[in-house]
């Protein structure tokens, strides 16, 4: 069940995490260029097995959402972190259809639960992380999908995503669900006051097209972060390819900013497109990718708050709405695409799936643009103002490949590449990093984004199959007083800890 490796890295910066307790406190020097294994574990084989992973520094504990077979929360105990444990299971099915999210605050632990039938209200269940007894269970909006603790312990949010069913009969609201702790009393916010300015959000860049939807109903919530203040919010609208704004203090929704697109014809966002043209080639094209974010993280940095966004990319793909299709299998405008023939062989664009629902801009019937899914990237974004700070263009793919070219998977090029999926910041010292996983490249590529304008590499780690939790434990919090990383992957259940090497 245990499994150890090393994987070697250069030394890159030296940093310096402090540790400290009630009574002492210690400074320690840390690399974080020299992330190695210390163990893994293997919860239970065969997809969904281990999705997030939530810490308990009280009690030295891992909780990590496994749906591979039944609905439960395994624990894990990491007092010893070369050694991994499985201690039990906690059986949440009573609850509902599944459980999608965990998290941790002050000995509680909340666990997102959609309903038997998704389209249906949601749970968060809370348990005491001690005893793992209930301790409240709380209605939320429909298909909770992510769940976090404001860093002051006050608030619990969800993210409901409120997908509609495979025919479209039956299509909840998108919403935020904000918990009192001290109360377990929730209020919901949903997305229709912005109905009114659907035509200007959408100009710049909202989505908004499910088979028959009101506003409301068509947005998405996917992931939320939370300032480390407490008071503000921000949740990726992933289909919609936007973000929005919450205000936790009066409980509302104060905006909402669209990310706009992506130009794969300038040279700094050049695309590998092709999984038919037998190499890695990366080349521009007159194509647009739409951001469409899945987790989000927040940091500050000299009083301005800060979001990064890993931009896997989404399609809504059901019975009665399905909005992926190939380029070589649509019209492309002759005067847009002067040499659309030779762009739609399957070695250059023809593979690659763009939407059906825009690109028509003069609605003649063919494409006089192109928007294709994800961006292949991160990027940094002014939590206020929503102006875009960073993207990592193509570099997040080359650094992969730079470093260990086993791990990119050519066969993806023509479906969203390395799908950036995870995403969680870490302080060591006075630098910040940025933990990505990379969900098709069974990876995580870690980023000194202290200088936010020119992030630089720091080390590509091999993971479990594809990672989707990304969990970075402080030293002062961590079991063995040391910064640790905790990677779950849903494609293989392991759950694997990394710790850097202490100067």
Known sequence: MFKKWKYAAALLVVVMAVSCDDNDETTINEDPGTFKELDDIELTEGEAAAEISAYDPATKQLFVVNNASGSVVDVIDVSTPTALIYVKS???????????????????????????????????????????????????????????????????????????????????????????????????????????????????????????????????????????????????????????????????????????????????????ASDKDNSVTFTSYPIFGMYLPDAIASFNQNGTNYVITVNEGDVREYSALKENVRIKDVILDATAFPDGAALKADAKLGRLYVTNTMGDTDGDGDYDKLYNFGGRSFTIWNGSTGELVHDSGSKLEKDVIEKNAALYDDARSDDKGVEPEGVTIGKMGNRTLAFVGLERADAVVIYDITNMSSPTLVQVLQTGDAPEGVLFIPANESPNGKSLLVVSSEGDGKVKVFQPDTL
Not at 106 to 134: R, Y
């Open 90 to 272: 906690i059986d949440v099915a009573q609850y509902g259809g599944g459980v999608n999210s965990v998290a941790v605050k002050n000995g509680l632990l909340a666990a997102a639960i959609e309903a038997d039938t998704k389209t249906d209200n949601g749970k968060i269940v809370v348990f005491d992380t001690k005893t793992l007894t209930e301790k409240a269970v709380v209605n939320v909006g429909a298909l909770p999908d992510m769940v976090t603790f404001s860093p002051d312990g006050k608030y619990i949010l969800s993210a409901n995503e409120g997908e509609p069913s495979d025919d479209y009969t039956a299509d909840p609201v998108g919403s935020v669900s904000i918990i009192t702790v001290s109360t377990f009393a929730a209020t919901t916010l949903d997305f229709a006051g912005f109905a009114g300015q659907a035509d200007a959000l959408q100009a710049k860049g909202l989505r908004v097209f499910g088979k028959n939807a009101s506003f409301a109903q068509d947005m998405e919530p996917e992931y939320v972060a939370i300032s480390a203040d407490s008071k503000l919010a921000w949740a990726t609208l992933q289909e919609n390819n936007a973000i929005a704004y919450i205000n936790l203090e009066s409980k509302t929704v104060t905006g909402i900013f669209p990310l706009g697109f992506k130009n794969h014809s300038m040279a700094e966002n050049v695309l590998d």
